[in-house]
């Protein structure tokens, strides 16, 4: 049995989502609110949300609700945020019953779920991005200080190879990380080398 919270702003919106939960057998309704702040104490599998993103259940403890959110909203990078904010399902608002049903059952079972109305503008934010991210002008030395990250090379031995301090290696590190907007080494390299900055 799936335990579902209904989180919508409207009175009229979280009653028919609660008619619509209440007629699935698999779906057990634990709470239907006018926000998520109840979804932490009664932790349910999915939360059914017809809220704006920022209003969605924050994850607790390292773990999250698999949400399943209508979407309302048409802005460009709308269907974008909310998956990074941790949605397993967006739907439009006006998706059929049936729908909405199969993207419960979905996201309870760990999968994404997108209906095709809502393809075209998470491509072009995503492509937006990507042509962002391709953007990315590294120094002749900040090329051959990624080289040698990609050797496994330490700081001491980087800076030693090319004569400079290992504050400036630090200094390059950092700015290399930054321009790739990677988190760590390893992603840096990895996506480095994607790139053709790095050869292998």
Do not use: C, Y
């Amino acid at each position: 049995m799936t335990r579902v919270m209904i989180a919508a702003s409207s009175a009229v919106v979280r009653a028919g989502l609660e008619a619509l939960v209440g007629s699935h057998p698999g779906l057990e309704l634990v709470g239907a609110f006018a926000d998520a702040a109840a979804a932490e104490e009664l932790r349910p599998d999915v939360v059914l949300a017809a809220l704006a993103v920022e209003d969605l259940p924050a994850p607790w403890n390292g773990n999250a609700p698999a949400i399943v959110l209508l979407n309302h909203e048409s802005r460009a990078g709308f269907t974008l945020d909310a998956f990074r904010s941790g949605v397993r399902a967006v739907l439009p608002g006006d998706s059929l019953p049936a729908a909405i049903l199969a993207a419960v059952d979905s996201a309870a079972g760990g999968l994404a779920v997108l209906d095709p109305r809502e393809l075209e503008p998470l491509l072009t934010a995503a492509g937006a991005a990507q042509t962002a991210a391709e953007d990315v002008s590294l120094t002749p030395r900040e090329l051959e200080v990624l080289g040698m990250m990609a050797e496994g090379a330490a700081n001491k031995n980087i800076a030693w190879k090319l004569g400079i301090s290992e504050h400036t290696v630090k200094f390059h590190v950092a700015s290399i990380l930054a321009k790739l907007r990677a988190g760590t080494r390893t992603e840096a390299v990895t996506m480095g080398i994607r790139r053709g900055l790095v050869l292998i």
